[in-house]
């Protein structure tokens, strides 16, 4: 049975936010084919929020967004995921999602969105595209985490 209250939202490029639909696709699908659609014409980012308990679409502002989810930006063939979550110090941070690897230089791939005004510098392992990272959104959907077999990196460093 399906709710009619959604405890997902969605983001495009920052500005504009909706339930996660599951029609006519499921939910998964849904997130598999917005993931599939960044990159094209007025779709530079992604981000996926869970909600309050009990709470709707129709109750939060721009400014009552949540402040931790998942979110993409790129393009279909070469995109970054970044997760922001609450560690366990009770501190928010933002990671960028990559595979591991090593690491002895700075990141030096560049990501652009919003039309190349936009840009992520990030490393080879943190490079995605959408049918990954549509398994990791996927899975962030159903557990509120990222798969183990990815690594974490703070977006700062």
Do not use: C
């Amino acid at each position: 049975m399906t709710s009619p209250n959604p405890t997902f939202v969605y983001e495009v490029n920052g500005a504009s936010f909706a339930n996660l639909p599951n029609s006519p696709r499921s939910y998964e699908d849904n997130l598999r084919r917005m993931l599939s659609l960044v990159g094209e014409p007025g779709r530079s980012t992604f981000a996926l929020s869970k909600l309050t308990d009990g709470q709707s679409v129709w109750d939060v502002t721009r400014e009552s967004l949540p402040s931790v989810f998942l979110q993409a930006a790129g393009s279909a063939e070469a995109m970054t995921v970044e997760w922001r979550r609450v560690d366990e110090d009770g501190v928010e941070r933002l990671y960028v999602v990559g595979r591991g690897g090593r690491r002895k230089r700075k990141p030096a791939v560049a990501i652009e969105f919003f039309g190349g005004t936009g840009r992520a510098v990030v490393f080879p392992d943190e490079v995605f595209r959408a049918d990954e990272a549509g398994e990791v959104f996927v899975h962030y959907f159903h557990t509120l985490t990222v798969p183990d077999r990815y690594v974490l990196r703070t977006s700062a460093g």
